[in-house]
């Protein structure tokens, strides 16, 4: 037994093929009967053209053998309209004479496969319907092998256009990933060279403190004085809080300590230490909080360090008069929303991707370290935080840092 060609498995079996005999001679389409019946594929006979129409528009036939003189009509206006209602059938034309007109005027109008002229040779008979046959066979098999290769091409791009949603969705994770990446080793370099220098700011700052208290102990009677001490002592132990932040909050003990804390008191805190210079530039604050702000798990001496960088920018960035607006929101889903948002000069698109980084700044040399929004970005960032910037040049800039999953409910906290 031999095996098949690529085709044939995908080919229709002879035993399961028909093939419509059409004369108008009966004892014609019984000697056609007798040649083909022990044929494999099965026979259906038709005396009728007009009734082989009809039988076409109901029945499948995979071969037809029309006589070309007929009563109704001639074999060849058979044939053109058995091809409309079946075009896939391969035909052929049985005549009882030689007419060269005829034999072109079939192959034009109706493409037909063979002739067979009367009387038949039997061998030729058979031997021509089983060729007509394998020529439908391929002819199928190719419709279903074209018919999947589209399906398997129609997967193939749905595949593909998946593959690239996810090449394009790894390729944005690999990048934020590499932004990530870039900021922290920029932090470490930070934190490397803050180390050269921490100790001899803490020196002097150690000196001050010391001062400050012994004369608190030695002016207890003027709470004028008094109070001005205490102001410049909490000053400097805010320095030193900035000095442990700049050094690394991971090797800063304290910096990982978390407690719920109020957004309105962080907020009410850090306008003690730096409310003087809105008063003096004529900058009103204007607080906004949701009636039913939760508190927020964190770290409150560097939430306070936060605010007070971005009251200070927002302050020098408007210069005087104006109005800076300070938001605390919540969307009911353990995620908490601060805004500071200042009507000053705005953040000029080309240098917008910057402002985190260490040592920029837009300022005149000596009134800035460029570290202050380094140092948000990066409690902000420990803090399971992020920071986004809204800003158009000559409207103001907004700052928003979004704690998700921080909230603590005040309720919960009592219990």
């Known amino acids: 037994m031999t095996e098949n060609t690529s085709w044939q498995k995908w080919a229709q079996p002879l035993d399961t093929m028909t093939v419509l005999l059409v004369d108008d001679e009966e004892n014609v389409l019984n000697a056609l009967r007798r040649v083909l019946r022990?044929?494999?594929?099965?026979?259906?006979?038709?005396?009728?053209?007009?009734?082989?129409?009809?039988?076409?528009?109901?029945?499948?036939?995979?071969?037809?053998?029309?006589?070309?003189r007929m009563p109704e009509i001639s074999g060849i206006e058979f044939l053109e309209k058995a091809r409309q209602l079946s075009p896939e059938s391969i035909r052929v034309m049985l005549t009882g004479y030689s007419d060269l007109k005829t034999a072109e005027e079939a192959i034009n109008r109706v493409e037909i496969y063979r002739f067979l002229s009367k009387p038949w040779n039997d061998q030729d008979l058979k031997a021509t319907i089983i060729q007509g046959l394998t020529k439908w066979q391929l002819q199928n098999a190719n419709q279903v092998m074209f018919k999947l290769i589209e399906e398997q091409n129609q997967k193939l791009q749905q595949f593909n256009r998946e593959l690239e949603k996810k090449v394009e969705e790894r390729t944005a994770q690999l990048k934020?990933?590499?932004?990530?990446?870039?900021?922290?080793?920029?932090?470490?370099?930070?934190?490397?060279?803050?180390?050269?220098?921490?100790?001899?700011?803490?020196?002097?700052?150690?000196?001050?403190?010391?001062?400050?208290?012994?004369?608190?102990?030695?002016?207890?009677?003027?709470?004028?004085v008094l109070q001005d001490l205490k102001t410049?002592?909490?000053?400097?132990?805010?320095?030193?809080?900035?000095?442990?932040?700049?050094?690394?909050?991971?090797?800063?003990?304290?910096?990982?300590?978390?407690?719920?804390?109020?957004?309105?008191?962080?907020?009410?805190?850090?306008?003690?230490?730096?409310?003087?210079?809105?008063k003096n530039a004529n900058i009103n604050v204007v607080e906004q909080y949701d009636p039913e702000l939760p508190l927020l798990m964190a770290n409150p001496n560097q939430i306070q360090q936060v605010m007070i960088n971005l009251?200070?920018?927002?302050?020098?960035?408007?210069?005087?008069?104006?109005?800076?607006?300070?938001?605390?929101?919540?969307?009911?889903?353990?995620?908490?929303?601060?805004?500071?948002?200042?009507?000053?000069?705005?953040?000029?698109?080309?240098?917008?991707?910057?402002?985190?980084?260490?040592?920029?700044?837009?300022?005149?040399?000596?009134?800035?370290?460029?570290?202050?929004?380094?140092?948000?970005?990066?409690?902000?960032?420990?803090?399971?935080?992020r920071i986004e910037v809204q800003s158009e040049p000559g409207k103001g800039t907004c700052m928003r840092l979004v704690f998700d999953g921080q909230a603590i409910n005040p309720v919960q906290q009592k219990g």
């Open 38 to 68: 022990h044929e494999p594929y099965k026979i259906c006979t038709q005396s009728s053209a007009l009734k082989a129409l009809e039988l076409l528009k109901e029945q499948k036939f995979q071969l037809i053998i029309s006589d070309q």
């Open 176 to 224: 934020e990933a590499e932004a990530r990446l870039v900021q922290s080793e920029k932090m470490a370099t930070v934190g490397l060279l803050a180390g050269g220098i921490a100790h001899e700011i803490n020196n002097p700052l150690g000196g001050i403190l010391a001062l400050a208290q012994l004369l608190q102990m030695d002016l207890k009677d003027n709470p004028a």
């Open 232 to 278: 410049i002592e909490d000053a400097v132990l805010h320095c030193k809080r900035i000095i442990n932040n700049l050094l690394g909050f991971s090797r800063n003990p304290d910096a990982k300590h978390r407690e719920p804390v109020s957004i309105p008191s962080i907020v009410q805190n850090s306008l003690s230490l730096v409310g003087y210079t809105f």
């Open 311 to 385: 009251l200070t920018n927002a302050q020098q960035a408007m210069k005087r008069e104006g109005t800076v607006f300070i938001r605390g929101l919540h969307n009911g889903n353990g995620k908490i929303i601060v805004e500071v948002e200042d009507q000053g000069e705005g953040i000029p698109e080309a240098i917008r991707s910057k402002i985190f980084d260490p040592f920029f700044t837009t300022k005149e040399q000596g009134k800035g370290t460029g570290l202050g929004l380094f140092i948000t970005y990066g409690i902000v960032r420990d803090h399971n935080g």
